[in-house]
Each structure stands twice: as C-alpha cells, then as structure tokens.
C-alpha cells in the first residue's frame, strides 16, 4: 500500500520519479529508514509495475511515468486504504463491539465478496 500512496502524489505527474525518489517516500510510509529499503527492492517493484503497464519509462532513461491507467489504479488503493481498510481494521483489530450492525454486516460481505474474487481468480490447486 506505502508504494500505492506514493504513486499517487501528484509531484510524480509532471516531471515523473527516479527510483530513488520513490524509493524514499515508500520507506517513509513503511516506517523504515532508507537502508532498510534496498535500492533493489525497489528496482524489483518498478519492475512488476512496468510489466502490468501501471508506469513506463521515457526514453530509455531511469525516469518513469505513470499511465493514465496506472494512476487510476493508484488513485483507486490509495483512496481505498485511507477511507475505508485502515478505519474497518483499526476498529475490527482493536476488539471493538460497538459498530453499528449496519456497518458491520457491510463489512462482513466484504470480506465474503473478497474471498469469493480471490478463489474465482486464484483457484486453489488439488494436492497431487
């Protein structure tokens, strides 16, 4: 999610990112100083990032770019883990009774309906 977030800051739009620079807001968003986050960890979620097309790079230079599509995308988990995974998980994580059973029910068929995409998407193999 810290590497969602950080894509979705609007300095990136204009003049693009280098791996360091990404690289330093994502280790500050994970808590971590910048050697905890190597350099090549980095390089490696760049590189995941380039294949599914959410960024591209220009030119054959160490600058990269978000796709209009890939600030969608970073735009969509960014908003999602603020409003939404960090309040159920704080209040669900903290043991807290009191939600109201209306938000409640939501979340558990959430939950459901997440299980249910995960299994369609990535079925289970059969043990041999």
Do not use: C
Not at 8 to 21: E, S, Y
Not at 43 to 51: A, E, F, H, K, V
Not at 75 to 100: C, H, Q
Request: no cysteine.
């Amino acid at each position: 999610m810290a590497l969602w977030v950080s894509l979705a800051m609007f300095q990136h739009l204009i003049n693009g990112f280098h791996n360091r620079d990404l690289r330093q807001h994502v280790a500050d968003l994970l808590g971590l100083d910048r050697n905890s986050y190597t350099a090549n960890q980095m390089t490696y979620d760049l590189r995941r990032l380039l294949r599914r097309g959410i960024i591209f790079r220009a030119g054959g230079k160490n600058r990269y770019f978000l796709t209009p599509y890939g600030w969608k995308v970073a735009r969509l988990f960014a908003r999602l883990e603020s409003r939404v995974f960090r309040p159920a998980l704080a209040a669900i994580g903290n043991g807290v009774t009191g939600l109201p059973p209306p938000l409640l029910i939501a979340l558990n068929n959430l939950d459901k309906q997440y299980d249910a995409l995960i299994a369609d998407t990535l079925p289970l193999k059969k043990a041999s």
